[in-house]
Structure formats: structure tokens, C-alpha cells
């Protein structure tokens, strides 16, 4: 068993890597203003312990504990997920209980996490999550950065399917399915291509994200195209271009 003790918690997290759908941390519930400032705020400690146990050829399960609750008492399960070795690749089972009494408190949820090698060059990735903040759905976040200030997706979100498809390493499509609390679908559709340490590609959604003034309408009704370049050796370097009329330039550094 492998165990590890946070004193501002830590992000332990299961599915597609910087996608994963499930994401465990007690400092999360104690950040005042939910996500992407998922910090704690203030003189909360959010101690966190994670413990990790093998399971010999089976595969390995994790569980997450905050060792401070909210109101003061001793320890609250945060959640866990095991991962299952299945032929060619994995199959991960996770579970977040309801959470209540926090800044931000979320409703129990479970995640599906798949990886397979469906050949020696074709890896399929699949993840969905049953999430629904009681009945109301959650906004969601993504490519938050420095450059530009998104306050989440115009609709809430009531099931999650997040796919990739790699080939070769090289070619990748990838796959975001969203029904919202109206019963409609926002998806986001991606295709890159690699070439030695450069990665281009396009991007599509059926929907913006919301707070832009650039349109008149409702922005879960608008459509953005997106360009993009990226450096993936050392520092990741990224230009974009986007049909909403942005684009910038993101470096990111990562320091151990």
C-alpha cells in the first residue's frame, strides 16, 4: 500500500490524462468559488490522504480521505476508484459520494474509465460520467489559462462521454458528448496530427463559451472553429486561432 498525506489536498484523478472527468480532492469542496480557482481559500486546512493498494494482476484500487471535515469532526471519504486489467487494456470503475456542508458541495456521482490497445498501433480511450449536481446539471471548465477568463460552459452538463482515438501516436481524433439539462447534445470535436515534436490540429464546437460579448445570441447557440500549433517537447508551447475572433499564445512550465 502506498500512502500519501496532502496538506492542501491534492488532485487524484481517473480517465484521459488533463481530460479526466473524474478528479477527487477535499480541497476542492473548501474553495470558495468553485472551478477553475479550485484552491482553499482562507485558514481551511483540507488535509487529504490518499492511499493506493495493488492488486497483483487484477489492477489497483485508490481512495481518498479528507482528514477534516467541514464542521470540524474527524475524516470524510472523498471517494475512490479501482482500475481493472481487462485483455489489452484497462477498465476503471470510480465513485464520488454526495458531499454537503462545503462552499461547494457536489451530489454522488460514478465514472467509467476504458483504455484499450485495440491493435499494436490503434488505442481507443473512452470515459463517462453520471454526474448531475442534484437533478440541476454543472458547469463545467476548460482551457482556463492566464490569457483568457471563461466563466464556464452556457449550459450544465447532466452526462459526460469523453473519447480519443490514437493511431499510431501520431493521428488522434478526439470526441467530447454533452447532454444538458434541456436534453439537448454540445459536443467537441478534435483531429491533430503529430510530426516529430509538433502537434496541428482543428477543433469544432457546437457551442460557445458563455460571458463573450461577441454574440448576440445565446452562446450555447453559437459554433466555434478553432486552429491550433503546438511544441510538445520540453516547455509546451501553443498558438491558437479561433473564429470567435481570438487567439493567443500559451507557454507552459512545468517546475519539479
Request: aromatic share 14%.
Amino acid at each position: 500500500m502506498k500512502l500519501t498525506f496532502d496538506a492542501k489536498g491534492r488532485d487524484v484523478k481517473m480517465g484521459i490524462a488533463d481530460e479526466e472527468l473524474l478528479v477527487l480532492n477535499i480541497a476542492r469542496r473548501y474553495a470558495m468559488h468553485g472551478e477553475p480557482n479550485i484552491y482553499r481559500s482562507e485558514n481551511e486546512l483540507a488535509k487529504q490522504l490518499t492511499a493506493e493498494v495493488p492488486l497483483g494482476d487484477l489492477g489497483k484500487a485508490v481512495a481518498v480521505i479528507g482528514l477534516e471535515q467541514h464542521d470540524g469532526s474527524p475524516l470524510q471519504f472523498v471517494g475512490a476508484f479501482a482500475q481493472f486489467y481487462v485483455g489489452p487494456g484497462t477498465i476503471g470503475i470510480g465513485y464520488q459520494p454526495e458531499m454537503t456542508g462545503y462552499p461547494n458541495s457536489v451530489d454522488g456521482y460514478f465514472v467509467i474509465a476504458t483504455d484499450f490497445d485495440l491493435t499494436d498501433s490503434i488505442r481507443l480511450q473512452a470515459d463517462y460520467s453520471s454526474r448531475n449536481d442534484w437533478e440541476g446539471g454543472y458547469t463545467a471548465y476548460w482551457r482556463a489559462t492566464w490569457i483568457e477568463d471563461y466563466v464556464g460552459t452556457p449550459f450544465n452538463i447532466k452526462q459526460h462521454i469523453n473519447s480519443a482515438l490514437t493511431i499510431n501516436g501520431v493521428h488522434q481524433v478526439k470526441l467530447r458528448l454533452m447532454q444538458d439539462t434541456n436534453d439537448d447534445f454540445r459536443y467537441w470535436l478534435d483531429g491533430s496530427y503529430k510530426i516529430d515534436d509538433y502537434r496541428v490540429g482543428i477543433n469544432y464546437r457546437n457551442w460557445a463559451f458563455a460571458g463573450r460579448d461577441k454574440y448576440d445570441g445565446d452562446p450555447a447557440d453559437a459554433s466555434v472553429l478553432e486552429l491550433y500549433g503546438k511544441y510538445e517537447a520540453g516547455p509546451n508551447l501553443t498558438a491558437f486561432y479561433r473564429t470567435d475572433g481570438s487567439f493567443g499564445f500559451i507557454c507552459e512550465i512545468g517546475f519539479w
